[in-house]
């Protein structure tokens, strides 16, 4: 079943981004037709694809989980070369997969370094781009380009990613909960969708023109792809 709602039901005060033209579905691969991630990978990339070539969209983007949900993806998180903390004050951050057009669909600003790509995959480089309440969080008085990030994305797997992530860019804070108008933003990550295990996955599209036809025009191209 194809879920449609409109994003700016899920705002409240100021999310960080412009929400007003934006509508969202999630969908749910069966496993028998997608029983891995390169099944997976084709599927967003046909849905995106197919999203883009409509009139009535300006921009799609794949993403989990949905700024501003109910709840928002908890990571530990620890500096490649640091000294690691005792388990009971471990740092944590919030964690979003997204695909590359994240930031035109969301509106969001770029404040240094480079945003995700399509050659960020499974078999590159791991990379992360952080935002500015990371940085203040985390690196108050150090760059934090080039600085790599032991996470813990899985949660069907104990204990911290294979590989450290390297920093590649930092973008500007977005609200990623349901929070208080004047909440201050909880630091975060983003991650390519393509390095992250990701069955469950929502797509965000901004209207090139009115929103009401957005929803007609998401059935129709999904319909196209599966």
Known sequence: TLLVRALGTLTAGDPGFRSADIMVFSVQPLE?????????DVLR???LEALAGRPEIASATALTPLPRAPFSRQTTVRVAGDEEV??????TAAWVGVSPDYLATYDIELRSGRWITDADGRDAEPVAVVTEAFVRRYFPDRAPLGQRLV??????????????RRIVGVVADVALQRLEANAVPLPAVYLPT?????????FAVRAAGPIEPLGRAIREAVATVD
Do not use: C, F, H, N
């Open 32 to 40: 028998d037709r997608y029983p891995d991630e390169k099944t997976l």
């Open 45 to 47: 990339a046909d849905l």
């Open 86 to 91: 005792p388990s009971e004050v471990t740092p």
């Open 151 to 164: 996470l813990d994305t899985d949660p069907s797997v104990p204990g911290p990613d294979p590989e450290p």
């Open 194 to 202: 393509g390095q992250i295990p990701m069955r469950a996955t929502a």
